[in-house]
């Protein structure tokens, strides 16, 4: 080697930090981007929130109060009596005819008796019933016309009577109710007992 190039190999050989300057610079910007990424992620990051719960609805639900037990109605069905058939007797043997014993008559019939006054009930009943004589210049108004009256009857029966549905001519009502005042009647009958009573008839008036 000569000896001309040695103190340029010589200064050649330390380390000198410009030299190293071309790929530590490029090095030390990567490293300081990476390192600011990760920190920029970091922060930024968005925070996975955790669902919130499902909000639960209660309700208060309040139950009926149990019903009262209802009175069992209990149904009591009366059957008829069943009439069992009358067992005809076995005809008797006749009997030998002694000649000292009569025959023996046969038992006499009683009738049922009638029923007592005191069970009978029934309403008033008219014994005589006149109707008015209708002249000639009223037969014509009067062969459709019919009355309602009213009769009431006392216990001796004698009888009050008016017309609660007279028929449209006034002279045919005061005769009709002329001839009704004449009416008799049996009273009504109540346990055997004559009561007064209200009868309320419709007065139909026959033209001859």
């Not at 019939?109 to 009930?121: G, I, L, M, Y």
Request: hydrophobic letters at 40%; aromatic letters at 4%.
């Amino acid at each position: 080697m000569p000896t001309s190039i040695l103190p340029w190999v010589a200064q050649a050989r330390p380390d000198s930090p410009w030299r190293r300057l071309h790929w530590t610079l490029p090095l030390a910007l990567l490293i300081s981007a990476i390192t600011f990424s990760l920190f920029a992620y970091s922060m930024w990051r968005p925070v996975l929130h955790s669902p919130d719960p499902s909000p639960v609805t209660a309700e208060l639900v309040e139950l009926p109060a149990p019903a009262q037990a209802q009175p069992q109605v209990h149904r009591k069905t009366i059957e008829q009596p069943k009439i069992k058939p009358a067992v005809q007797p076995e005809p008797a043997l006749p009997a030998q005819p002694s000649v000292n014993t009569p025959p023996p008559s046969a038992a006499p019939v009683t009738a049922p008796p009638p029923p007592s006054p005191a069970n009978e009930n029934h309403g008033a009943q008219a014994l005589v019933q006149p109707m008015p004589v209708i002249p000639d210049e009223l037969r014509e108004e009067a062969m459709n016309e019919a009355a309602t009256a009213r009769f009431q009857i006392a216990a001796d029966g004698s009888a009050t009577v008016a017309l609660v549905k007279p028929t449209q001519n006034p002279r045919l009502n005061r005769m009709l109710l002329d001839t009704l005042k004449n009416w008799k009647f049996m009273p009504a009958i109540k346990d055997g007992q004559p009561v007064p009573s209200v009868e309320v008839m419709i007065i139909h008036l026959h033209v001859n």
